[in-house]
């Protein structure tokens, strides 16, 4: 069986709105800010009922500012989704956070971790351990055994070198295990975060598996990430099809994330109720009704919930070539427009109801010239001292921040009925010396 083909991007129908279960994926400002987010009164950004420029002022920029109401509906809404019975894991790659880990553990999610700092935040978070999945595709000794210790619930094997390992270490009690097969199948996303194709690093070949399958211990299921940020939720029955291709009974099916959300305006990715139907669907019809079904939407959680204020220091002019606006943050805050041309949209939140004016480049402070976070925006007179908002950013900001360049970096603020928390500080000048031994 060797399928590897490209996927037409199919978009959900209409506009995100009212899922099955009554979720609303967007609220008053559209796609893709937070639901809890509106213009207030002064015709500024308020997210969780704070005025994101007063946030600014309190806590410095560049920052982190989720509405946490957000976060717990999303959790909620999934759950619903795909049913008390399936698991729907947090991929916490995307916001390695503890209070994001609580949150989710107290709304019924389950986790998945990638690493054993992962899941030292995880039980740090509060998740039981029998709900916590670890992924890796070159898990260490020491990473196996923290998770065999700590009694997690499964582990998702990625090669025959890690099935050695685990032969020797993991005791028949331990946690369960289920194969990672390279698929064949690429979604309609980004090749850096395409994950399932036969290329890959990820997952066993499939002329591998039944190999695997004979091999590995306390073996119970099939598992495949297809990859990141992707609307063609058909793909999911193909995934579904091409893992009931061997001769093996599975207690589990784990087709993994990647469901696309909203970061520009025009962003229209399916339903979570149209993701939860399809691969349900799928699952039964190859699998039997009685077996699991687990996902591991990251970003769908918690992208949408977040978003990054930064300060505009700097507004250059270029005769007849551009207008550049410089804010205090960059690529050290977000990574992923110079990893994979990570498309993002803005907008000033002191004047967010204003229409934009002005075509410019907003860029980071960041010694390259490729610290660029939005080519080409529309913004309403950007001046030095606003308050630019960039949405969309609550996955895989904090998780991938740097400190290049000697930047601090950003706090997380939770934001809930006109309340704010900082639940990560912002680092000190003191903590970014602080691991430096002579
Ligand atoms: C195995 C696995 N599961 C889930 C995810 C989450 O992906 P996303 O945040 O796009 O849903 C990833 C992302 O890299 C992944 O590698």
Redesign the pocket.
Known sequence: MSVEHDTQQAQGEGLPGVTDSGFSETGPLGPPYPIDARVNEAGRLEIGGCDVVDLAAEHGTPAYIYAEGDLRARARAAVDAFGADAGVLF?S??FPCTAAYRVMAAEGIFC?V?SGGELHLALKGGFAPERILM?GNNKTREELQLAIDAGIGYIVIDSFDEIDRLAEMLPADGPRTLIRVAPGLKPSTHAY?Q?GQVDSK?GIPLSQVEQAIQKAPNFVGLHC?LG??FFDVEIFQAAAEVLAGFEVKCQVVNV????GIPYLEHDHPPRIAEYARTIRDAVAEHFGPDTKVMV?????LVGNAGVTAYTVGTVKEIPGVRRYVAVDGGMSDNIRPMLYQAEYTARIADRFAREPTRDVRVVGMHCESGDVILPEVMLHEPAVGDTLVVPATG??GHAMASNYNGVRRPPVIFCADGESRVVVRRETFEDLAARDAG
């Open positions: 991929a790659k995307s998945d990638a992924h975060i994950t990820f990430h990141s940020q993994g994330g990647g469901f591991e939407p990251g970003r769908w996955a895989y």
